[in-house]
Each structure stands twice: as C-alpha cells, then as structure tokens.
C-alpha cells in the first residue's frame, strides 16, 4: 500500500535572532523529519538552516540548490527539479519543512517553490507558517514607526537600483527597500537627489553579528552595503 503523502510546511523563521521564530514554527521544526532550504549553486550555505538549527531534534537537513541567475528557463528548471525533489520526500509518507529568511511569502524563493508543487501535484499538502519579516525586526530595532494613521507604506525591491524607488516617491508616505546591497550607489544618488538623506536609515545584518544601524547616510557613500542590508525612508522624517 502506497503511503499517505506527508505534508510540507513552508516556515518563515524570522530574520536573524533565533528568539523571533513563532512558537507554531518551532513546534514543527521540532517534529518533522526533514527540513529543506533554499542554497545558491555556488556554495551550501542557508542562513535560514543556520537560524533553525538550534532548534533541531536530529532531523534530517537538506538544501536545495538555487542558481543566482535570472534566466528564466535555468530558473524554471532549478524551481521543477526542486519541487521534485520535496514531492519524493512527501510521497513517502514523511513530513517536511522548507525554512526560510523572515516571512516565506515576502521576496522568498518559497513562492516559487509553492508555485510550482502546486503545478506539478495539485493535491499537495502545504501548510505556510509567516515568519517576522526583516523590515517589521528592523523597525523594532530602530524604534521607527512604519506607517502610522492615514499614512501609505509601500515595501519596494532595490535589485534594479532606485527605480522602484523613483516610481513610488510621489504617493508614498513612508518606503521600505530590500536587496540594497548590489546597486547601493545609485539607490544612494537617488535619495540625494530626491533630497531623501536625511530621512532614510539603513540596517544592515539586524538581529545578526554585525548588525548595525546608520542614520547620516552620508557615512555610507562610495561603501559597499552586506547582503542583508535595507533601506527605511520616512518622507515626513523620522519624527526625532
Ligand atoms: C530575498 S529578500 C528576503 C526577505 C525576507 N523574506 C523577509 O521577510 O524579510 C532578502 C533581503 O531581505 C533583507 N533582509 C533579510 N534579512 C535581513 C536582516 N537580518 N537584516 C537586514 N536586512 C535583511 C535584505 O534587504 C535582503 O537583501
């Protein structure tokens, strides 16, 4: 008899400091028996994994390799080859967790992961635990308000460099940009130009060892940001 296919849980588990993982995420994460993350191609690393394993109960870990491309048809084989892969770990009757960086379903390889489980197997279990995101840690950390009263909050992308930014600043109250860390420089000759400076606070590595937090973006010209790097902008100013 063929068994009952597990269920996979895709868990968000916060953005760094192994303390911001939801109680429903931990209460899986110590059961199930295999977990996946996301690794790029060119090493084995996941921070997700890292924050997790302390965790653990011995479960099996897996990663699931991510080429850092965006050629779509390398990418639709790398998301099919991976969701594959999770299907054969469920087919046996086994549960699994797929973990990743802050919330699963914000700028996470987990959508597309879910995307295409669902394509190739409709009547996939999948159960999604949300995760703290990265901007809700930071803004904790800074004691920065994101949006208050009638105020828009708009959550942009800096991996095309300021354009988002550019497209948003008319109607947007306050901004959060992630991925800053590739095309910092012209994200950073947009705020001056946008007269910006001195209404954006950067965040780099929150909850993590060499966290740190710049208010006078001036001390980041011409520097290269870490990966985990975003950008808080408060058009009405920080209010301090
Ligand atoms: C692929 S997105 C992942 C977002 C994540 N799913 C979330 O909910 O925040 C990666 C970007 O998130 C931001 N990020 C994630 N963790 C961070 C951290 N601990 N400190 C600062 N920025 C972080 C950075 O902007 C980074 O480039």
């Known amino acids: 008899m063929t068994p009952k296919a597990g269920t996979l849980y895709g868990i968000g588990v916060g953005p760094g400091d192994p303390d911001l993982i939801t109680l429903k ?3 899986v ?28 109960n011995g479960a099996g ?9 965006r050629d779509a048809q390398v990418l639709e084989e790398a998301w099919d080859r991976n969701a594959r892969r999770v299907l054969e770990v469920l087919a046996t009757g086994s549960d699994a967790a797929f973990v990743t960086l802050g919330d699963p379903l914000t700028y996470s390889t987990y959508g597309y992961l879910l995307k295409t489980l669902k394509r190739l197997q409709p009547e996939v279990r999948v159960i999604t635990i949300p995760g703290i995101t990265s901007y809700n840690a930071a803004a904790a950390l800074t004691h920065i308000p994101l949006t208050e009263g009638e ?4 959550l942009v992308s800096g991996a095309m460099g300021a354009a988002r930014l550019r497209e948003v600043i008319d109607t947007a ?7 800053t ?5 012209d994200i950073y000759q947009a705020l001056e130009e946008l007269n910006l400076l001195d209404r954006a606070t950067c965040i780099s ?3 993590l060892k060499g966290e740190t937090v710049v208010e006078d973006l001036r001390h980041l010209k011409g520097k290269r940001l870490p990966y985990l790097s975003m950008i808080i902008i408060k058009k009405k100013g920080r209010g301090y």
């Open 29 to 56: 994460l110590e059961r199930v028996p295999h977990i996946f993350a996301s690794c790029s191609t060119k090493n084995n690393y996941s921070l997700a994994l890292n924050i997790v394993r302390s965790h653990l």
């Open 61 to 69: 870990l897996e990663h699931l390799p991510f080429p850092m491309t």
């Open 181 to 185: 860390y590739r095309h910092f420089d």
């Open 151 to 154: 105020e828009s909050f708009y």
């Open 173 to 179: 109250d306050n901004i959060v940009m992630l991925k």
């Open 25 to 27: 995420a931990l209460r």
């Open 205 to 207: 590595l929150c909850g």
